[in-house]
């Protein structure tokens, strides 16, 4: 890289012998820096064995696979038409370009410039925080302990619609309960239930009355399960030496099937409906406060901010990688899938409500049921259906295991980055350590494939995904935008590409994300409301305590991780928090040797020549 090395010019001259930088007076400085070079062989946890993607395109499929997940799909589409339609993505792309680019972009930085996980990489990025990067860890593995359920799900009905006639278009079976059982959509008929959601609540899942009632194991399901966990492991044994290859496939084969489902939904009587329903503008609804948080939910849940699976994929990069252009590839593919999904969606749900004559809201519906209920019930009356049906379960399979393995992998590594040595010691390889985490998954994913699992699902998901996950988002945030600070940051960006990052940038990582992330989370408390299954099922107060236990599993490592850190340095109270809030990363070549040790350079050299 030779960005500005044109005009470095100095009367000193760093070079390097036996690991020492010396002074050589009087020589200019007009080549730049080799900083891979300068860096010691190791700094802290970061080795120079540390593998990176085999080419820049399997970082980018794997980043964009990780963000387009099974969210997109139902949870974007649903969101989008119940908070404004179209007006809905004003505040949505607000958010996405103050918030969700700017916040990728920095974790990207991140873990790129430190080639670490997201526990030691944010340990040294501020030290008093460093509890934050271990929370990230822990609640990616919370989430995806459950988040493999839904694939042995999709992997269910996958298997179930090869046959001659779908078991969920009938009503004479024995799951059924025939007296409230209907063809089709029922309408306002409240005591009546579509076969399809029977099949999924009475076939699938043979759900319990509530929580309290457990019931036995699924063992269909179980089977399953094992079978999804074995599929996640293929993927990322080898570590990013595998998952590189695997998402050439399972990062494109999903926007290759909503094109196709695109195309053959808008052919379809009614679809026209359902997709100006999907859009409609509701301008009304954007002086509602509780859209403007929907809008930032969806921005941080969607690309993967606060879960330390950015950080950890950006670590496996060449120093020099241009995450510039990256962070533009992922988040603007992400919220382009996020549309597309909703007119594939929409439209087929328009020509559910042509064909049973009822409206559009009758049929829509929120969560897994959108693609396990409503979605099979359509491939019942499209034409080809053996087709369109394994097909699109598949697809589901594809866009969830992007997002599973990437979650796995931030286990992986940062238990490598922390304790690898030892713990290869005791189980030589790192493929069996992958292998361990999957077991561990795999057992804590147990209780959700119980008969009353679904609601054990439900609560996790609402106290994971929604409530732990806005605390990690803010104190992230805070950490590097307001401690390690704006100045910290932009010598981070210029080693890597050469130049400062933009005002665009700088703006919004010193003022809009961190008052925006402020602001949801004050929000989020505010208008708190408990876990709900479905729209009359609510959870007993034991339930509700299980719950925020849940989160705090993730959320206590924050303070905890200060303690320690006040607790472990000297001094006064005042120094032990100022030493704590100091990074311990290295912004210039020479920040790592003893003070004696340490040459004086120029800031002008520091900012223009690409260390």
């Given at each position: ?38 860096l ?7 080795t ?19 963000a ?12 989008c ?21 700017p916040?990728?972009?920095m974790?990207f ?8 996980g ?32 839904l ?19 009938s ?16 309408g306002?008929t ?72 695109l ?12 997709m ?48 510039l ?26 020509y ?21 209920v ?40 940062s ?29 804590l ?7 009353g ?76 409301t ?14 509700e ?12 490592w ?26 311990t990363?290295?912004?210039d ?11 004086d350079i ?6 223009i020549?690409?260390?």
């Open positions: 890289m030779g960005v500005g090395s044109e005009n470095a010019a100095s009367t000193t001259k760093l070079s390097i012998r036996h690991g020492v930088y010396k002074e050589e007076t009087n020589i200019a400085l007009k080549a730049p820096l080799n900083v891979e070079g300068m010691p062989k190791k700094v802290g946890h970061m120079a064995e540390r593998a990176t993607w085999g080419r820049r395109l399997e970082f980018v499929l794997a980043s964009v696979g990780y387009v997940g099974l969210g997109n799909v139902w949870r974007f589409p649903y969101l038409y119940r908070s404004g339609g179209g007006a809905f993505l004003i505040p949505y792309f607000l958010m996405l370009f103050l918030c969700g680019i916040l990728l972009f974790e930085a991140i873990g790129q410039y430190t080639r670490l997201p526990v030691h990489a944010l340990a040294k990025i501020c030290p008093l925080f460093k509890g934050v990067g271990i929370a990230t860890v822990v609640i990616s593995f919370v989430l995806c302990t459950y988040y493999n359920v694939m042995s799900w999709a992997l269910y009905y996958f298997f179930n619609s090869f046959r001659a006639t779908f078991p969920w278009q009503c004479n079976n024995t799951w059924n309960a025939v007296g409230n059982c209907s063809i089709g959509f029922p306002n409240t005591h009546l239930h579509s076969a399809s959601q029977q099949y999924f609540d009475h076939r699938l899942l043979e759900i319990t009355n509530g929580i309290e009632e457990a019931g036995g194991l699924r063992w269909e399901l179980f089977g399953i399960l094992i079978l999804a966990w074995v599929i996640v492991y293929l993927c990322i044994f080898k570590g990013v030496k595998s998952t590189g290859k695997v998402v050439y496939f399972t990062a494109t084969f999903p926007y290759f099937m909503l094109f196709v489902l195309i053959n939904n808008v052919q379809l009587p009614g679809a026209k409906n359902g100006l329903y999907f859009l409609k503008p509701k301008w009304s609804k954007l002086l509602d406060v509780q859209v403007w948080v929907n809008a930032a939910a969806q921005v941080f849940n969607s690309i993967g901010i606060g879960f330390g699976t950015m950080i950890s994929m950006a670590s496996y990069n060449k120093f020099n990688n241009n995450i252009r990256d962070t533009l590839i992922v988040s603007l593919a992400n919220s382009a899938t996020s549309i597309l999904a909703g007119f594939v969606i929409f439209s087929a749900i328009g559910m409500a042509h064909v049973h004559n009822l409206p559009v809201d009758n049929i829509a519906t929120d969560g897994p049921g959108l693609v396990f409503v979605y099979p019930e359509v491939f019942s009356t499209m034409p080809l259906p053996q087709l369109w049906a394994p097909l699109f379960f598949f697809m589901l399979l594809c866009l969830g295991l992007d997002s599973q393995f990437a979650m796995v992998e931030v286990a992986v590594t238990i490598m980055d922390g304790c690898g040595p030892k713990v290869l010691r005791v189980l030589k390889r790192q493929e069996i350590i992958a292998l361990a985490v999957c077991v561990i998954g795999f057992l994913g147990i209780p959700h494939i119980t008969k699992g679904m609601y054990v699902f439900q609560l996790m998901d609402h106290y994971t995904a929604v409530v732990s996950l806005t605390f990690l988002a803010f104190f992230e945030v805070l950490a590097v935008c307001w401690v390690f600070g704006l100045r910290r940051m932009t010598i981070v960006i210029k080693r890597m590409l050469g130049k400062a990052p933009n005002i665009y940038f700088r703006s919004c990582w010193m003022f809009f994300s961190p008052v925006l992330v402020l602001c949801i989370l004050i929000s989020s408390i505010v208008q708190y408990p876990a709900r299954y479905g729209k009359s099922y609510t959870y007993p107060v034991w339930a305590v299980v719950g925020w236990g849940i989160s705090l599993v993730s959320i206590i924050i303070p905890l991780g200060a303690l320690h850190e006040i607790c472990t340095n000297k001094g006064t109270l005042m120094q032990r928090i100022k030493t704590a809030m100091t990074p990363i290295e912004l070549p020479v920040n790592h040797l003893p003070e004696k040790q340490r040459v120029p800031e002008s050299v520091v900012f020549t690409p260390l």
